[in-house]
């Protein structure tokens, strides 16, 4: 028994195994967007109904979908998780300052959701990074959600708004 033990009844960190965390055996579905839908996203996370039910009508569920889980919805959340879209989940629950998510993200290889995710998070490192390696509509987009995520946590903690998430 060592004398760090015997003094604080355990032993010293450097002592204690690491975590190692493997990499899921999952097929992830695609994250590739055209102008056009990242537009039309921005819009629909802006509050515009029309183009909302437009993505989700011609294909793209998973941003519709997705919205409502950047809106706290646990439908929404649900479905992401069911329907092949693990990582966006790991986005959302990332851009909400989750640090497993956002080691999950780092782990499956997903750098542009993790650094959106902890640009969303307010890490400036995250906004260097999509500076770098996004387009301007893409990082409009990461602003959006940004703006949107910041306004529900204000309504969380402003006493006025309490149970209002918009």
């Known amino acids: 028994m060592s004398w760090f033990k015997k003094i604080f009844g355990k032993e010293p960190l450097e002592n204690k195994k690491k975590v190692e965390v493997k990499k899921a055996d999952i097929a992830f579905a695609e994250f590739n967007y055209p102008t056009k839908i990242i537009l039309a996203w921005i819009k629909a996370l802006e509050g515009h109904q029309e183009l909302e039910q437009f993505l989700y009508e011609n294909g793209y569920q998973e941003i519709f979908f997705l919205?409502?889980?950047?809106?706290?919805?646990?439908?929404?959340?649900?479905?992401?998780?069911?329907?092949?879209y693990p990582h966006l989940m790991a986005f959302v629950n990332a851009a909400e300052g989750n640090e497993s998510a956002q080691h999950w993200l780092?782990?499956?290889?997903?750098?542009?959701?993790?650094?959106?995710?902890?640009?969303?998070d307010d890490d400036e490192a995250g906004f260097k990074w999509l500076n770098i390696h996004t387009d301007e509509f893409t990082f409009g987009l990461i602003k959006t959600i940004k703006k949107i995520k910041d306004q529900i946590e204000f309504n969380h903690n402003d006493m006025y708004s309490f149970g209002k998430d918009r």
């Open 67 to 84: 919205n409502r889980a950047i809106n706290l919805k646990q439908d929404a959340r649900d479905w992401l998780l069911k329907n092949g």
């Open 106 to 120: 780092q782990v499956h290889g997903f750098e542009f959701l993790y650094n959106a995710a902890i640009a969303i």
